[in-house]
């Protein structure tokens, strides 16, 4: 079993959409969890940081961490065609931070048409 | 401010043949990470570099090996190519080492092995 599961998609919703990208953790250590969008051709960016549980809003995106359930959320609000992208969640530990290493998920391809 | 830099974007080679892949990281960063990204197994940390000393390594045989230069530009190096090498090698650059820091990506080295 990995460490990280991530439903790998293809997901397609129609613009305006309210998409839902998820994450399954197995490990309780991980403390930081983060959101990357990566699109075509293109190396990955950060999109949203959390620390431990909770939610976080930044525009049209939501980030939401349940630590209780090892489930992790990325919500997207009014979708749009420049949110097609391949979505990848990652965490990491707390105990060593500057040795700790980031884990991804598979990553979740999200197309949005007009 | 000139983002991660990795050259070659693209190459091919033959099994049983070496190849080196070279990140400037981002002005002022001195941790280089590299990671291998497959359609199947997603994002895989190979090795973490800090001030020229490698501080972390993934699950990786020692055909995979690199290093980091007093001015933060890393190399990779991946001996005896097998054909399940063939995959993306994307550098990330931060500031600080671990994961107390944002990674920045490159856009990538797309290897190719025949």
């Known amino acids: 079993q990995k460490e990280v599961e991530q439903d790998p998609g293809p997901l397609s919703v129609p613009e305006g959409a309210i998409v839902s990208l998820n994450c399954t953790y197995s490990n309780s250590a991980f403390q930081y969890f983060m959101w990357y969008r990566q699109y075509s051709r293109k190396g990955p960016e950060l999109l949203m940081y959390t620390y431990s549980s909770g939610n976080k809003e930044d525009g049209r995106f939501t980030a939401q961490v349940d630590k209780s359930s090892k489930y992790i959320s990325l919500f997207i609000r009014d979708s749009q065609p420049s949110d097609s992208a391949t979505y990848l969640c990652a965490m990491s530990g707390l105990m060593r931070r500057d040795t700790d290493k980031l884990i991804f998920g598979t990553g979740t391809r999200l197309q949005v048409f007009p | 401010k000139a983002g991660v830099t990795q050259t070659p974007r693209y190459l091919i080679k033959t099994r049983g043949q070496q190849v080196t892949l070279s990140c400037s990281p981002i002005s002022g960063h001195r941790s280089v990470s590299w990671y291998q990204q497959t359609p199947g197994q997603g994002l895989q940390f190979l090795f973490e570099?800090?001030?020229?000393?490698?501080?972390n390594k993934g699950n990786f045989p020692g055909r995979f090996s690199g290093r980091q230069f007093s001015n933060s530009r890393s190399e990779m190096n991946v001996s005896t190519l097998e054909l399940g090498d063939s995959a993306l090698y994307l550098c990330?650059?931060?500031?600080?080492?671990?994961?107390?820091?944002?990674?920045?990506f490159g856009e990538g080295s797309r290897l190719t092995v025949l």
């Open positions: 990330a650059s931060s500031w600080t080492s671990g994961s107390g820091g944002e990674l920045f």
């Open positions: 570099y800090f001030s020229e000393t490698q501080r």
